[in-house]
């Protein structure tokens, strides 16, 4: 399996998040995705799709197939069987993609739409859909409108995204200080800041009730 996709949306995610926000909206091509989980238990390609007219933007273009994940786990032989193929949310295919232990997966934004459509989506090892949000299920109207944008993207996050060593929640930061925080297994988000010095967290957009981090558990 060639490293060069999964090298490519890592390492060329920081300039395609500069070239988006600086105006020029230069995005390479979409490419086939494949990545491992830590334990190597699972992988999942995405092969992207081809509704380029279901972005923002680009209204009038083509529309059809959307991205197709394909789910892999490793077999007694060390081999690797498909066990699900899924359409996924992404009408070209997303920005990044994180495969935890477990075989659940989670994509992040979408192809020279960051910050439109479906931003977060997490899958079961099965391929079927957990949850999926976009940014108005995770902010308030003028914190969205707050972001700085280009032609055909919104940049409403700014650091690494990962998923954290227990293998169940992925982390997605915001800014410095401030963390999404997302349970792969339920679906369930919580987002946190430091207030006054206080680390405090929701799991709601509308109403919010903050809370200290230890009240807001996401893999129950």
């Known amino acids: 399996m060639s490293r060069w996709p999964f090298m490519f949306y890592v390492l060329g995610l920081p300039l395609l998040l500069a070239n988006s926000i600086a105006g020029a909206d230069e995005w390479p091509g979409p490419r ?16 992207p799709g081809e509704s380029v007219g279901d972005t923002f933007g680009f209204a009038g273009a083509r529309k059809g197939r959307y991205a197709t994940a394909e789910f892999y786990r490793r077999a007694p032989d060390r081999s690797y069987r498909l066990v699900a193929e899924t359409s996924l949310l992404n009408p070209v295919a997303p920005i990044e993609l994180f495969v935890a232990d477990s075989g659940h997966a989670a994509t992040v934004d979408n192809w020279h739409n ?29 914190e969205v409108a707050s972001f700085p944008r280009s032609t055909s993207s919104i940049r409403w996050r700014e650091g690494p995204a990962y998923i954290r060593a227990d293998q169940k929640t992925l982390l997605i ?20 800041e430091y207030q006054d010095k206080v680390y405090r967290c929701r799991n709601e957009n509308q109403p919010r009730q903050w809370m200290p981090n230890s009240s807001v558990p996401l893999t129950r």
Request: hydrophobic share 35%.
């Open 173 to 192: 930061t915001v800014k410095s200080g401030a963390d999404f925080l997302f349970g792969l297994e339920t679906g369930q988000f919580k987002y946190c």
């Open 114 to 142: 960051l910050g439109y459509g479906k931003v977060v989506s997490i899958y079961d090892s099965r391929g079927r859909l957990v949850q999926s949000y976009e940014l108005r299920d995770l902010f308030k109207p003028e």
């Open 32 to 47: 086939i995705m494949e990545v491992f989980s830590d334990s190597r238990e699972y992988f999942v390609r995405i092969i």
